[in-house]
């Protein structure tokens, strides 16, 4: 049996409410699949290899359902401006730069490297418009053993010329050649279809993606409603559309595959196409905050039962590591909560469980240790002093101080990489 159990104290979300706490429990992994959480290990695993992790907390590895590689370098850069102008003067200029592949190189090395030592286990990531800084990035996201979703970007309008594709039938080209080129490739990393949002993105390649989405079965991620200024942009370009999410559903965008980052300003509409369409939300609550957008009702958005994970959107999120955006996306909805009397914070099993369970159904049987689900995994000391905390105890406090820097062992898959 191609099988290990690792020991500690197991902590997995088992709904938006409810979160497991297992003291001293076996979680066994065969063939990259849990099959199962014990208190004692079961006979018929007997002799099969024990990573023992003491007192350690155990937890899924947390999925960040949204950020770009390419803002890497551009990390607490602009804060205090808003969305379109800090997307002038700050990314579009720091994306144009991926042109050259030694450049990207060097950033997406650094971007990888931190990435494989924190808390997340699976990501979805936008790169640039440049196919081979594209192709790079999943060469060396593959090295990290981190399963992600990463795609070159297109944009063919509204957008400075020296970022901006020529073209939809140029963009389009671009994406097929970046989509062969990748073809068979990689073991972790897949390509995700991904227009920019739609202000960047011509009627005709919005289309023309949703096409190439479906001949090839992909998945597709975007941005969607992130601040008023933008939606009002939208619905200057596009008078004859209902609402935002609508430009994206008839041009066959908007699925369960599809993952939309932001959506703070949704219409009724919206929310409706996007229940009906199974698609899924990335709440990025750092850079909502940073890029003053506002604070998406993701209470509401949990109680209406829609799919949400969280996202680290970097950079217009100062950090990518996800123990900083599940409490910023607490400290958002406490505020929203102070200012808004319909509304009410978001608690700590909510936070942890889009943090993990629910961006990971994203990926599949994803985000719990649980059996059938795929073996994701990290351990983490949780540096308090010894005492008597209790397992809930313990657990408030890693929600509120952990950082990257406490794991000490992960595991994707099944597969251990330190
Ligand atoms: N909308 C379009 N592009 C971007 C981006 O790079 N970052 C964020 N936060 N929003 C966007
Ligand atoms: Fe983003």
């Known amino acids: ?143 990290t053993g981190l399963r992600c979703l990463a795609g070159k970007v297109n944009m063919d309008r509204n957008c400075p010329g020296f970022i901006r594709e020529e073209d939809a039938a140029a963009s389009l080209r671009d994406t097929e050649e970046w989509l062969a080129a990748q ?78 980052a932001h959506c703070v300003y949704l219409t009724q509409g919206d929310r409706e196409l996007i229940k009906r369409s199974g698609a899924f939300i990335a709440h990025c609550p750092t850079s909502n905050s940073n890029l003053q957008s506002g604070v998406a009702p993701v209470c509401e958005y949990l109680a209406e039962g829609m799919n949400i994970g969280l996202g680290s959107d970097i950079s217009g999120g100062h950090t990518l590591d996800m123990a900083d955006v599940i409490r910023e996306a607490i400290s958002a909805s406490e505020l929203r909560a102070a200012e808004d009397k319909n509304a009410r914070p978001l608690s700590m099993n909510e936070a942890f469980y889009m943090g993990t369970r629910g961006g990971g159904a994203f990926f599949g049987k994803v985000g719990a240790i649980e059996a059938g689900f795929e073996f994701d995994a990290v351990a983490a000391v949780d540096g308090l002093p010894p005492g008597d905390a209790t397992l809930i105890e313990r657990f408030e406090k890693f929600i509120c101080s952990s950082s990257g820097a406490d794991v000490r062992a992960k595991y994707v898959r099944g597969k251990r990489l330190f």
């Open 1 to 143: 049996m191609n099988g290990f159990a690792v020991f500690g104290n197991i902590v997995f979300s088992l709904s938006p409410n409810r979160t497991e706490m297992l003291p001293k429990h076996y979680a066994v992994c065969e063939n990259g699949i849990c099959s199962g959480v014990f208190p004692e290990l079961p006979a018929k695993y007997a002799g099969i290899r024990v990573d023992d992790f003491g007192d350690m907390l155990i937890i899924p590895g947390y999925v960040d359902l949204h950020t770009h590689a390419a803002q890497y370098r551009n990390l607490g850069l602009g804060m205090g401006s808003r969305l379109l102008d800090w997307l002038e003067k700050y990314t579009f200029p720091e994306e144009a730069a991926f042109a050259s592949e030694e450049y990207a190189s060097s950033v997406y090395e650094c971007f990888a490297k931190e990435l494989r030592s924190g808390f997340t286990t699976r990501v979805c990531i936008l790169a640039t418009v440049h196919v081979p800084a594209t192709l790079l990035l999943a060469d060396i996201m593959e090295k």
């Open 183 to 260: 073809n068979g490739r990689f073991q972790n990393v897949s390509p995700v279809i991904t227009p920019r949002f739609v202000p960047s993105c011509s009627r005709e390649l919005l289309e023309g993606l949703g096409k190439t989405a479906d001949l090839y079965k992909l998945p597709v991620q975007s941005h969607l409603s992130e601040t008023r200024d933008e939606v009002a942009w939208v619905g200057d370009l596009h008078p004859e559309a209902k609402c935002y999410g609508e430009i994206y559903d008839r041009s066959g965008l908007l699925g369960p595959g599809s993952v939309m």
